[in-house]
């Protein structure tokens, strides 16, 4: 478990830097006046940079200074969380009955509509090998079906052994348009448990 940086009586130097929690310069001395200085305010005495000559350390309340970091890391999470895209995938065969087809249409359509990206699967098995090119054609079909305004194709549908494997992703604007969306939706629910700033 991190127990963080040093602090009280755990700093044992003889001599460090010190700033107080305006960040104004206090000056150069023992660690044990130091920890008095702090104690006299009511916070703590912080080990910042050991590294340093001589070691840094800022008189601060440790508990506001921790629960802040944590605060920045979840607001990095959850900024992550709004720019990721997910890959999701669809599995057909060359010979795809009209009615499968267009549900696979479809789903790829509101999948690149919600800014993720598609993985498009043709299996061939066997002697379903001679067939490639058919695949080949109706990878270059569906690519046209899906349309422009919605995704764009990621270079040729290549074989990954006896699969033919196609990426679609969402155009910029798509992408752009469900971020915002994400980062609105956050907004709201913050403001509706009573973060908002």
Same mark, same amino acid.
Not at 179 to 197: D, I, M
């Given at each position: 478990?991190?127990?963080g940086?040093?602090?009280?009586?755990?700093?044992?130097?003889?001599?460090?830097?010190?700033?107080?929690?305006d960040?104004?310069?206090?000056?150069?001395?023992?660690?044990?006046?130091?920890?008095?200085?702090?104690?006299?305010?009511?916070?703590?005495?912080?080990?910042m940079s050991?590294?340093?000559?001589?070691?840094?350390?800022?008189?601060?309340?440790?508990?506001?200074f921790?629960?802040e970091?944590?605060k920045?890391?979840?607001? &990095? %999470?959850? %900024?992550?969380a709004?720019?990721?895209?997910? &890959?999701?995938?669809?599995?057909?065969?060359?010979?795809?009955?009209?009615?499968?087809?267009?549900?696979?249409?479809?789903?790829?359509?509101?999948?690149?509509?919600?800014?993720?990206?598609?993985?498009?699967? #043709?299996?061939?098995?066997? %002697?379903?090998?001679?067939?490639?090119?058919?695949?080949?054609?109706?990878?270059?079909?569906? #690519?046209?079906?899906?349309?422009e305004?919605?995704?764009?194709?990621?270079?040729?549908?290549?074989?990954?052994?006896?699969?033919?494997?196609?990426?679609i992703?969402?155009?910029?604007?798509? &992408?752009?348009?469900?971020?915002?969306?994400?980062?609105e939706?956050?907004?709201?629910?913050?403001?509706?448990?009573?973060?908002?700033e």
């Amino acid at each position: 478990m991190d127990r963080g940086p040093l602090r009280n009586e755990d700093i044992d130097l003889d001599e460090v830097r010190v700033i107080d929690e305006d960040k104004e310069i206090v000056g150069v001395m023992s660690s044990q006046e130091a920890l008095e200085i702090a104690e006299e305010a009511g916070l703590d005495l912080v080990l910042m940079s050991p590294e340093a000559k001589p070691p840094l350390c800022k008189i601060m309340n440790y508990s506001k200074f921790k629960y802040e970091q944590e605060k920045k890391q979840r607001e &990095v %999470r959850k %900024r992550a969380a709004a720019t990721r895209i997910e &890959v999701k995938e669809l599995k057909m065969r060359y010979n795809i009955d009209t009615h499968d087809y267009g549900v696979r249409l479809r789903a790829a359509t509101k999948f690149l509509d919600g800014g993720d990206r598609v993985k498009v699967i #043709c299996q061939f098995r066997g %002697r379903e090998n001679d067939f490639r090119q058919l695949g080949l054609d109706m990878f270059m079909r569906f #690519c046209d079906d899906v349309g422009e305004g919605t995704g764009t194709l990621d270079g040729n549908p290549t074989m990954e052994g006896t699969r033919m494997v196609m990426m679609i992703s969402p155009t910029k604007e798509k &992408v752009a348009n469900q971020v915002s969306k994400k980062q609105e939706r956050q907004t709201r629910s913050k403001a509706q448990r009573g973060e908002g700033e």
